[in-house]
């Protein structure tokens, strides 16, 4: 519970301190695309209005599409999937997996469900890398959120339509 807590509030201090989304790709992203396609993902530029980011697929069935956010000094990889309207009928027990999900499967992502303006809601599984750029770090992140993303949607299948959306979900 307390890890909860303290990732919780880790992620508000980050979206307090810097923008939702940024209206450029930081420098180092291009680096870090170029990685991604050597590891086998397609990835293709895109903006909605001022919002600039980078979807990311891979015929892998295992491996989930998944977008990249400009955030901060940093991106975001995130992970969305529209939730089924039978699991928010008992949020309790969705909230109690959520949290499990998150102490026990997952390393460096968080998992939380996110209410789009469109009132829909989402499973949203999130990390945050920052744009300074090294080989090593980068694929030691990609390796990470490959397992993370796999355990998180694993976990919580049961509560997510079968595929995650194809573009960000922002408010």
């Known amino acids: 519970m307390r890890k909860c807590l303290v990732a919780a509030l880790a992620l508000l201090l980050i979206n307090v301190n810097s923008p939702a989304f940024a209206t450029e790709l930081p420098p ?17 530029a895109q903006k909605a209005g001022d919002e600039a980011y980078i979807t990311v ?3 892998q069935e295992d491996l989930w599409d998944f977008v990249v956010i ?6 975001i990889f995130s992970l969305n999937f529209k939730l089924k309207a039978e699991s928010l009928k008992d949020r309790l027990k969705l909230f109690e997996e959520i949290n499990a999900t998150n102490a026990d499967k997952v390393k460096m992502t968080q998992v939380f469900i996110y209410k789009h303006r469109n009132g829909n809601e989402y499973l949203m599984v999130n990390a945050w ?10 694929a030691a992140f990609v ?3 490959q397992e993370d993303s ?7 299948r049961d509560h997510f339509e079968a595929r995650p959306a194809k573009a960000p979900q922002t408010p």
């Open 150 to 156: 796999h355990n998180a949607a694993l976990s919580l």
């Open 70 to 75: 400009p955030s901060g000094k940093g991106l």
């Open 28 to 44: 180092a992203s291009e680096t870090m695309v170029a990685d991604l396609i050597g590891l086998g993902y397609q990835c293709k």
């Open 57 to 59: 697929t891979h015929e």
């Open 143 to 145: 390796l990470q959120w």
């Open 129 to 138: 890398t920052p744009d300074a750029y090294d080989k090593a770090a980068f």
